[in-house]
């Protein structure tokens, strides 16, 4: 894992609520994970409203990612430690 400034990543939306980031979230993705607040992916814990939702689609990560005083984005990294990270630790869901 590694900082998300460092890595090949695409925006997909800038300033959503945390409600919206799960709807484009499921939109995008064909596996779905949910995991707590907290949850640590790239070293960075998640920041969010329950439940919080990881998508996988082509091997790429998709979830929300909050800076505070930035807001909330949608991002798509390419990342197999973060997948198996989801994988393992996620509770699947539809």
Do not use: W
Not at 18 to 33: D, L, P
Not at 76 to 82: A, F
């Amino acid at each position: 894992m590694g900082c998300l400034e460092n890595m090949k990543y695409e925006i997909l939306a800038k300033n959503c609520s945390f409600k919206e980031a799960r709807e484009i979230i499921r939109s995008n993705s064909t596996e779905r994970y949910e995991v707590p607040p907290g949850f640590k992916l790239l070293d960075k814990a998640l920041i969010g409203v329950p439940p919080l939702i990881i998508g996988i689609a082509d091997e790429k990560l998709i979830y929300a990612y909050t800076k505070p005083c930035h807001g909330t984005f949608i991002v798509v990294v390419e990342d197999p430690e973060g997948i198996e990270h989801v994988r393992r630790n996620g509770k699947p869901v539809q």
